[in-house]
C-alpha cells in the first residue's frame, strides 16, 4: 500500500512512454490497490499521469535496495525486470 507523494518506481512497461523503472509519485490513493501517479523523465518533466494498479509500483527506496542487493550477488537489471 503506498501513500500520496510516495516516490515509486514502475515494475513493468505501462505505456510507450512509462517503461519499467520509471519514476513517478503518488497523486493520489483511491479505494483498493489502484493509484494516480504522475511519471517523469530523468528532467523530472511529466510523462504521463496513469492510474496504476499498486502490485505494479514498488517504492523507490525498496527498488534501490533491491537493485543493490542484486549488484553485490552479480545479478544485472535485466534479470531483476525478468522476475
Same mark, same amino acid.
Given at each position: 500500500?503506498?501513500? /500520496?507523494?510516495?516516490? %515509486?518506481?514502475?515494475?513493468? +512497461?505501462?505505456? =510507450?512512454?512509462?517503461?519499467?523503472?520509471?519514476?513517478?509519485? $503518488? #497523486?493520489?490513493?483511491?479505494?483498493?490497490?489502484?493509484? /494516480?501517479?504522475?511519471? %517523469?523523465?530523468?528532467?523530472? +518533466?511529466?510523462? =504521463?499521469?496513469?492510474?496504476?494498479?499498486?502490485?505494479?509500483? $514498488? #517504492?523507490?527506496?525498496?527498488?534501490?535496495?533491491?537493485?543493490?542487493?542484486?549488484?553485490?550477488?552479480?545479478?544485472?537489471?535485466?534479470?531483476?525486470?525478468?522476475?
Amino acid at each position: 500500500m503506498f501513500n /500520496e507523494y510516495d516516490v %515509486v518506481i514502475a515494475k513493468v +512497461d505501462l505505456s =510507450e512512454k512509462v517503461r519499467f523503472g520509471c519514476l513517478g509519485a $503518488v #497523486l493520489m490513493c483511491f479505494d483498493g490497490d489502484d493509484y /494516480e501517479v504522475e511519471f %517523469v523523465d530523468s528532467q523530472k +518533466d511529466t510523462l =504521463e499521469v496513469l492510474t496504476v494498479s499498486g502490485s505494479n509500483l $514498488v #517504492l523507490q527506496s525498496e527498488f534501490e535496495s533491491c537493485l543493490q542487493g542484486r549488484y553485490l550477488q552479480g545479478h544485472s537489471l535485466k534479470s531483476l525486470h525478468n522476475n
